[in-house]
C-alpha cells in the first residue's frame, strides 16, 4: 500500500518543501534543492584538528565536514536546533554518512559531542545526539554517546569571540566514561577509532576539547560534522 499512499501524499523534499520524486541516496530531498547545497568538494580530505596546527607530529586524524555553513544547509541546520528536529537529523543523516564514508576510514563506534546535563535539561535535546541516532540507524555503527560526558556548563562557545577565551572556557569540560565504553559489545577494541559528531564546526575548538579524554583512553578520534562554518574560521584544509 505504499505506493498509494505516496500518490495520495507525495514525499515533500524537507527544503523546499515541495512534493517531489526524492533522490534514492537522500530521500529528504529534491534535486533542485541538493543541487544548491555547498557541498566540501572532494570530502575526503578532511581539516586538521587545531592542536594539528601547533604540534609537529601530524597524525592522519581529520575533521570531516558534508558541505559549508550557507543556505540552504544553514535553514536545515537552524530546524535542526529549533523545531522538527528529529525529521531534520534523518533528512541530513545520508549526507553525512556519506561523507563518512569517502574517507574510507574504520569506525567503531560514533559518539556526540554531549551537552551539559543542566543545558540538555533546558533544551530538552541534544541535537547531536540526534544525528548519530540517525547515522548510526542507517549505518549500524555503534552509537557510544554516552561514554563521553560534559561535566562542566561553559557559556556558550558563540557568545565568546575572542579564540584564546574559546578554548579555555571549555577546559576539562568533557570526560570518558569508561564504565559506559565497557558496557558496550566493543569493549575489546581499544585503542579503537571513534568519530566525534557535532553540527557545526566554527573554529573546532569544542571538537578539540571533547576529543582530548577519548584521545587519553587511547582512541583514534576523526570529527563529522553536517557543516562548516567559514567565518572567523581558523581550520585549514588538508590538501
Ligand atoms: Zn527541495
Redesign the pocket.
Known sequence: MTWIKSIVYPPA?F??C?A?VPVRQFPG??R??LSRIQWISDAGTGFFWPDQLTHAVISDERIYGTAFYEEPLRSCLIRLKFQEQAEAASAVAPLMLRAMLKTKKPCDALVAVPLHRKRLKQRGYNQAALLVQSICSLSGYLDASDCLERIRCTRRQTEINNKAERSLNLQHAFRFNDVMWQKHQFSSQRPGVIWLVDDIVTTGATLQEAAKPLRMAGFTVNALVLAVNVKGFSLIRDV
Request: net charge neutral; charged share 0%.
Open positions: 523534499c527544503i523546499c515541495q517531489c530531498f529534491c533542485s534543492c
